[in-house]
């Protein structure tokens, strides 16, 4: 059983920084594919990014290469998320989730947070 609890969003100004956090707690959080997802208002949920359970391997969603860095440190069970350069239409409820594999999807998470908000003024 792992529980996810995001913080970090908040209001900022297209072209600011944000750097979202996702604490876990459990013993196994190390053994978890990690990964981001957002849903923005009207929309479905989708993809941000992923990383393995060592973080050797990241993946993003294309819209978000070069913009976005995804990090873990499993010695402090937590995964981050650092939004660079952001735009308006990067206003979403941003979640956090855990899985056994590092993919696109959000059938493979098990487990997921209660979201955070990020609004981007322009």
């Known amino acids: 059983q792992v529980q996810l609890v995001e913080s970090g969003g908040g209001l900022v100004q297209a072209g600011g920084s944000l750097r979202l956090s996702c604490a876990a707690s459990g013993r196994t959080f190390s053994s978890y594919a990690m990964a981001w997802f957002r849903q923005a208002p009207g929309k479905e949920r989708e993809f941000v990014a992923g990383i393995n359970w060592n973080g050797a391997r990241s993946s993003y969603a294309d819209s978000m290469k070069g913009r976005f860095t995804i990090a873990r440190d499993n010695a402090k069970n937590e995964v981050y998320l650092q939004m660079d350069s952001l735009k308006p239409e990067d206003t979403a409820v941003y979640y956090c989730?855990?899985?056994?594999?590092?993919?696109?999807?959000?059938?493979?998470?098990?487990?997921w947070g209660q979201g955070t908000q990020v609004t981007v003024s322009s």
């Open positions: 989730a855990a899985g056994r594999a590092s993919t696109v999807s959000e059938s493979t998470y098990s487990y």
